[in-house]
């Protein structure tokens, strides 16, 4: 799928955090819970190997907690890293956030020299609304489309605790192609940069293999079994209303009703990718 992405201002982002990385103790990657392999950005994990890592599985209200438990686990794992889930609604989060980076690096950060943290994720994972969630500011701007450009900016969290806000913006490489219908499905990518259509199809094909009862309570289309993909997108359109004459079904307009519900968690909490699953597509994408 042809997404357009912004290389200039990539080059620019990679640059300024390449520099600020010198000094830094551990690094913050934030994730959408929904779909942690796509959201995640491979130039940070190569510009960041060897630091201590914190995987923040964000907007975890949104996401099959199941599969949640399950991506924990799979980042828990690896050397050097640990991993923590974490939504909107959590009042206090500072006190996980800062616990589990002072685990990652102990014996680092005083009253002379704090911990230093970078906090990183892709536009629209919700870091603005944690960052001013951990302030008690509206100091970052939170806004629907993605690809806004922030200011950098240093927050002391505790006497001895420094959060670092990544420059400008971030966006993964797609390499795998699965990744990038789920990045557009989350609601990552700019409109103009995506088809709908199609990415709403992709959405029904994986919540039919993985959600069908979620799919057909929701749109009241009955049972999954032996349905087409299409057929099913059809079946939400008229249950819907989404008609052009002559008996036709409106497809674009189903498309954005499928995925605005999907965004708002109207389905239920739903996940698009497994551990394991990502693990088989990245690997085809890289023997493609
Ligand atoms: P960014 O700085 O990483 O680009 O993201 P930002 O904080 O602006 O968040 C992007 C959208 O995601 C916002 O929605 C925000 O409210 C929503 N969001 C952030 N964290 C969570 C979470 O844990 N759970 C859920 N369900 N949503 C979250 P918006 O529609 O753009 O704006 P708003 O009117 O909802 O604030």
Not at 109 to 131: D, H, Y
Not at 202 to 213: F, G, K
Not at 264 to 288: F, M, N, T
Request: glycine share 10%; aromatic share 4%; with cysteine.
């Amino acid at each position: 799928m042809a997404i357009q992405w912004f290389p200039g201002h990539m080059n620019k982002a990679r640059k300024e955090l390449s520099t600020r990385l010198k000094d830094i103790d551990v690094v913050i990657e934030m994730l959408d819970a929904r779909l942690p392999g796509s959201s995640a950005n491979p130039m940070i994990a190569a510009m960041t190997r060897g630091k201590p890592s914190l995987k923040i599985l964000n907007k975890q209200d949104l996401a099959d907690p199941a599969v949640t438990a399950l991506w924990l686990d799979h980042y828990e794992r690896r050397p050097g890293t640990r991993a923590i889930g974490l939504d909107a609604g959590e009042r206090a989060p500072a006190q996980r956030l800062i616990a589990a980076c002072r685990e990652l690096a102990p014996g680092r950060g005083g009253l002379e020299k704090p911990l230093r943290v970078l906090i990183c994720g892709i536009p629209n994972v919700g870091k603005s609304t944690l960052i001013n969630s951990l302030t008690g500011r509206r100091i970052a701007k939170t806004g629907n489309e993605p690809g806004i450009t922030k200011g950098q900016q240093r927050i002391l969290l505790a006497d001895d605790f420094e959060l670092v806000d990544t420059p400008g913006m971030l966006w993964p490489k797609i390499i795998v192609e699965q990744g990038g219908y789920n990045l557009a499905a989350s609601g990552a990518v700019g409109r103009n940069a995506m088809d709908e259509e199609e990415v709403a199809l992709e959405l029904i094909a994986y919540l039919m293999r993985h959600y069908p009862d979620q799919l057909g309570e929701r749109y009241k289309i009955g049972e999954m079994n032996g349905r087409q993909d299409y057929e099913v997108m059809e079946a939400i359109g008229r249950r819907r209303g989404a008609m052009l004459g002559g008996g036709r079904v409106n497809i674009q307009k189903t498309a954005e009703i499928i995925l605005t519900d999907f965004r708002a968690g109207q389905v239920g909490r739903l996940s698009l990718e497994r551990p394991e699953e990502w693990v088989v597509w990245e690997k085809a994408a890289r023997e493609a």
